[in-house]
């Protein structure tokens, strides 16, 4: 008898990254995930870059140097989007845990579309990417227009 | 998941107010030293960093944590995943407070 151990189904991060499979829903599953593991890396260099101030101002605009660049901008405005879309697409999903927005259970018809992968699931996916983008072009007005 | 969803909506709402904390002056002008170590002599805003800290260590490790197990299952890797993302949210909340506490006694140069 095969060991649980040998079966290899597992697909891992392939398996994760996979586009082909779900259409939107997948995306945002996907989305979800690495905008929540680039906020968590963020977070961990902002920590990083505050504690600077213990070492005094010299040590603050050193820090300052490094980060309020160009770069450091896009890295932000990065942030901004990943931060809106990552809020707002976490809301639809506690509505979505909460059973709202699924629908009413049906008898499944061929072409067996899920019920619970409707407009309203579909329009709040739409909704985070699009307020992610609004969110951008707010942050880019404020970070190179000199606000 | 109730603990990912009350942290994450917590930092939905304390985020919100240190991005306006920002925004009350001109971005250049809010980052220079003397203004950031008066945010941190201001008790109500430390308490909100503090929070803020709190709220966006457990969410975010909790979250890789579930990554994690969603991408492996064992005894081992779930105990140590869980193990590891606990040890890390511990050590980057006491090292924020670290800052905070530190940056509170700073006097102006």
Redesign the interface.
Known sequence: MEKLSDRNN?E??KG?LNPSRYGWERVSYWLQ?LT??G??AY??AH?FE??S??Q??DA??AM?ELT?TPLGHLILLLVIGM?TFH?VN??RL?FT?GGKGLGNPGRPDYPYDAVSLNYRQKSGIWIALILAGVAMLYGAS??FG?? | MKIHYVTGLGALFVVAVHIMMRLIMPYELSLEYENVIANYHNIPYVILLESILVLIAIHGFNGLRVILLELRQSKAWEDGVTILTIAAMMGIVAYGTRTIIIANGLGFE
Do not use: D, N, Y
């Open positions: 597992r891992g991060i994760w995930r929540g593991v906020l968590l977070f961990v920590i505050t504690s101030l213990t005094g101002p603050w605009a300052l309020q931060s809020s976490g809301i506690i845990q404020v970070l000199g606000e």
